[in-house]
Nanobody, 125 residues
Framework: QVQLVEFGGGLVQPGASLRLSCVVS????????MAWIRQAAGKEREFVTA????????YTADSVEGRFTISRDNNRNNVYLQMNNLTLEDTGTYYC??????????????????WGQGNQVTVSS
């Protein structure tokens, strides 16, 4: 069973940076497409960014383009989300999600089979 655990959330001020990490166990990480998805209080889940298993594709939502960067380390079974220039609108619970190679588009949240427990990011002045 694939398991995902997120780390690195917290409380920061607007304009600050934060890096989230997600550790994956129980599966062949090199075959997993990985994504970050977030949910603000009272709102629907929102796709943030994703990286394909072969690292040839990265898809990022317009709302975070140029500020957030996804990367992966297949030797450490980790995926990272570097978040720069955070704004109040970035506040929410951030989830790491994964699926094995599939026909789903990277930005299709319904295609992810495995999810972490979520990690809170709060941007506040």
């Amino acid at each position: 069973q694939v398991q995902l655990v997120e780390f690195g959330g917290g409380l920061v001020q607007p304009g600050a940076s934060l890096r989230l990490s997600c550790v994956v166990s129980g599966g062949d990480f090199s075959r997993l497409n990985m994504a970050w998805i977030r949910q603000a209080a009272g709102k629907e889940r929102e796709f943030v960014t994703a990286i394909s298993f072969h690292v040839q594709k990265i898809y990022t939502a317009d709302s975070v383009e140029g500020r957030f960067t996804i990367s992966r380390d297949n030797n450490r079974n980790n995926v990272y989300l570097q978040m720069n220039n955070l704004t109040l609108e970035d506040t929410g619970t951030y989830y790491c999600a994964a699926n094995f190679e599939s026909s789903y588009k990277l930005e299709d949240m319904t295609g992810y089979d495995y999810w972490g427990q979520g990690n809170q990011v709060t941007v506040s002045s």
